[in-house]
């Protein structure tokens, strides 16, 4: 039995949330395993209403849980950055969920802006470290509001959290068993302190794996060859401020944020999975949101669960859907048929994928 915490969000969020629980539902009663579900209401509207993110005793009550399936956090009527740090980021840090995973994969019958590159070309994985450096909060304001203010934001980088954000690159790199390649993204030549500690644990630690070929790259050089080169990656390893921006632009080559999903990852605790778009407000209610992306994340999260054969399924559902140019675009509108009909359609296929 697994039990799976869900929060549908804001905006779209509730709607490719129950397109992805649709597909859930349908795998789960092709390849017999079972499953829970609790809904639980955080984001805007609650904010709106009561003026938390997360109540008291929520991360404890969400630690219950083995998965949290998360549709998307952002409303038009709360000041930005509020429930992103007040409930993404402090899940994020308070379950520990050290490893943010983006795989990158083009799809067969999605359009990829880079020209001449497939499917064959585009097949990555960036493993993120998620609870460090920047996005950590630690700096602050001197002469705050006047014309000698000073503002520091410190990136803070510990050996635990680099070596095991590292370990877990190269367990993935070996378990995924396509080039076994693993590339550092970083900045060695200017942030001299952050960037030593990750270049030497990174070479020591490879020392562990010697079926796993290694190589360096700048995090500016690394956007320059996932644009030129992206069959130059096999698995990227980097921290927490140059993976949120190379995910992103690996997102845009895959062919957009309609097709996206990462995992906010704790091997040993609770674990999220979330489609990477955000909330759309502008689309709400409106059934025309692409919920491929919110359905790919069920599918990230039943590996991370340990059901491979349901995985596949969804994999191979989307991957027939796309192919068949019975969904023409990714984009909002333009999908040829509504959010529930893709939904429908890749509960369909899970069926006869059996």
Not at 31 to 51: I, M
Not at 207 to 221: L, R
Not at 278 to 283: E, L, N, R, V
Request: contains cysteine; glycine residues 12%; negative net charge.
């Amino acid at each position: 039995m697994h039990r799976i915490a869900v929060i549908p969000g804001d905006g779209t969020g509730p709607e490719v949330v129950r397109e992805g629980l649709k597909v859930l539902e349908a795998v789960a009663a092709t390849t017999g395993f079972d499953f829970e579900t609790r809904e639980f209401d955080y984001g805007g509207d609650r904010w709106l209403a009561k003026g938390e993110t997360l109540p008291e005793g929520a991360v404890d009550e969400l630690k219950e849980f083995k998965a949290i399936y998360l549709g998307a956090i952002g409303h038009p009527d709360v000041k930005p950055g509020i429930l992103e740090q007040g409930i993404l980021l402090r899940l994020r840090f308070d379950l520990d969920q050290y490893i943010n995973l983006r795989p990158v994969k083009l799809y067969p019958g999605v359009d990829c802006p880079l020209k001449d590159k497939g499917p064959e070309d585009i097949d990555m994985v960036v493993v993120r470290e998620n609870t460090e450096g920047l996005y950590v909060g630690s700096g602050g304001f001197t002469r705050k509001g006047t014309a000698q203010e000073i503002a520091i934001q410190e990136s803070v980088n510990t050996r635990m959290g680099v070596e095991r954000c590292i370990r877990y690159a190269f367990e993935a790199c070996r378990e995924r068993d396509k080039d076994r390649k693993l590339t550092l993204c970083g900045k060695t030549n200017v942030l001299t302190y952050a960037w030593d500690l990750w270049e030497r644990t990174f070479n020591e630690v490879g020392k562990e794996y010697p079926t796993i070929s290694t190589d360096y790259a700048h995090v500016d050089a690394t956007c320059m060859w996932m644009v030129k080169n992206p069959e130059w990656f096999d698995v990227i390893v980097t921290d927490n401020m140059f993976g949120d921006i190379i995910t992103d632009l690996g997102a845009m080559i895959q062919g957009g944020m309609g097709i996206a999903a990462g995992g906010n990852i704790n091997p040993a605790g609770t674990s999220m999975f979330e489609p990477i778009g955000g909330s759309a407000p502008k689309y709400t209610g409106k059934n025309v949101i692409n919920p491929l992306a919110a359905i790919a994340a069920v599918q990230m999260m039943l590996d991370f669960l340990g059901e491979k054969k349901a995985a596949t399924l969804i994999e191979d559902a989307i991957i027939r859907a796309l192919g068949s140019g019975e969904i023409p675009s990714l984009s909002a509108g333009k999908m040829g048929m509504g959010t529930d009909e893709v939904g429908d359609l890749i509960a369909k296929y899970v069926r006869e994928g059996s």
